[in-house]
């Protein structure tokens, strides 16, 4: 019985200092307290809501900042628009290599060419 309620003691000790000794070590043989998992990054765009992004003026780092954008579509982007001229409609990006019906559709409500 002892014996058991020295390992009941030793666990509430080891507990209540968060899983170290008083001089800041572990016991021989414990395993450490787990740690929260870190944040998940938020996978929202960096362009503010409501703002949208001319594609007709964007340089690349502000292409960028679309969601579904890295930087070699925003590069394409670049050299279509140097190669072709402006954008007459958002779904000209359709015409860029890389950018589908699908991620034309999800750009829509983030860039205008106004």
């Known amino acids: ?14 507990a209540l200092l968060g899983g170290t000794t008083v001089w800041g ?3 021989a043989g414990a395993t450490p307290p787990p740690t929260a998992a870190p944040a998940a990054k938020a996978t929202t765009s960096a362009v503010p809501a409501g703002a949208k992004v001319n594609i007709n003026t964007a340089d690349e780092t502000s292409l960028e900042a679309l969601q579904g954008i890295g930087k070699s579509k925003a590069q394409a982007i ?6 072709n001229g402006p954008f007459k409609t958002v779904d000209d990006l359709k015409n860029v290599k890389g950018i589908g019906d699908k991620l034309a559709a999800q750009l829509k409500d983030q860039v205008t060419v106004e």
């Open 1 to 14: 019985m002892e014996r058991w309620t020295k390992g009941i003691a030793g666990a509430l000790v080891y």
């Open 25 to 27: 070590q572990q016991p």
């Open 78 to 83: 670049s050299e279509y628009r140097q190669k």
